[in-house]
């Protein structure tokens, strides 16, 4: 049976998206590691734009069935996000609110608020490497669900992936289509 959730998990796991985002996720005790380095073409502005983009997130993340946000103060938000992770046959529905703290252009930090985890602080940094912007997440979280040890951080890893992928692509595509500034009528 464990033979054929690894084989399982590797072949969801195989087809996902493009190998130049790395994401790494381990356990430690009950607590899930999950760090990401996702490259991207584009510049912090650009970037920023998408990553607290939260009220229109449900458009182009396509786990996000909800996504609203509530100004705190000048750098906070409180953010409300409702959806499903899933990975091949298993599916995981969520609901959270997070504080979010907000570096412009430079860092993003989110910290669990209410809902379905234990505990969630993550911390996402937007960092110049040789020439191209690198979106670097990293942080640990403690679900009230089972994740199975051999299992579970293969999935997580595959659905992070996916996530970042979207988030890249909308990068690209807003890039591609920028809006159109709207005449003035004098």
Partial sequence: MVLWLV??????VAPASPGDIDVDVTTDGEAILV???C????????????LTDYDNMTHFLTHLEASHVEPI??????????GVASSGPFRFA?????????????????RFVS??????EFETEL???????HILNRGRYVSNLLVPPLVGPMLIAAETRRQFVELREEIERRIANPPRSVARKD
């Fill in 7 to 12: 084989s399982l998990a590797f072949a969801t």
């Fill in 73 to 82: 103060g000048p750098s906070r938000v409180r953010v409300y996000q409702k």
């Fill in 39 to 50: 490259p991207v073409h584009a510049s912090a502005a650009q970037a920023w734009e998408v």
């Fill in 94 to 110: 969520f609901e959270n609110v997070r504080e979010v703290e907000m570096v412009p252009l430079k860092i993003i930090r989110s």
């Fill in 35 to 37: 760090r990401v380095d």
């Fill in 115 to 120: 809902g379905d985890l234990r505990a969630s």
């Fill in 127 to 133: 960092r110049l490497q040789d020439g191209e912007l």
